[in-house]
């Protein structure tokens, strides 16, 4: 559970027993870098931390039999040359664990991380979220097609995911106020 305003990542643990969380394991992070969001890789003991106030991505190991995470690598959302404002919003690692998603608010982008065989993010490659505030994004649930929810521009954008990872607008784009999340349910139909 990543605290912004703490610096710190706290891991619980579920009690199945009674539903109650009990705290695993505490993790300091680097000062002012206001994690936000969290995501695990689907086959590896990684998690990847969204650092809202400096737009970065830090690797993590993480220790499931404690909850412990021991910081790896740590990578920029943005690009080099960027001097804007922006502030990074989520985080997503796609079903194959090929790839990781991160938005920017402000430079109004996706980076687009492939991972290594270490499963670090490798140089990020940064498509324009075809809108203003890219505060949250999803994939559908199977992974066919990227929802880009922009804020300050009231719209949603759908992309269709490339084969290495890269987005292509659909050029389907909803107009909403102020999306700030998107939430997928199955059908019940049987």
Known sequence: MPEKGFDQI?????NAENGSLLEAARCRCREASG???IAFHPTRALAYVLNELD????????DDDNGSLRPVDIVSSLPRDYTGNSRASEIA????????YASNRGHDS???????????????????CNGATPRFFAFDPEEEYFYVANEDSDTIVEFRPGETGELLPTGQV????????????KSLDV
Do not use: M
Request: hydrophobic residues 35%.
């Open 55 to 62: 737009s970065t991505v830090t690797t993590y190991e993480f």
């Open 93 to 100: 690692v796609s079903k194959r664990g090929d790839c990781i």
């Open 110 to 128: 996706i980076a687009v991380f492939q991972l290594g065989n270490d499963g670090k993010p490798a140089s990020p490659k940064w498509l324009p």
């Open 174 to 185: 909803i107009s909403t106020g102020s999306p700030t999340a998107i939430v997928f349910r």
């Open 35 to 37: 994690p936000r969001h």
């Open 10 to 14: 706290v891991s619980l643990r579920l």
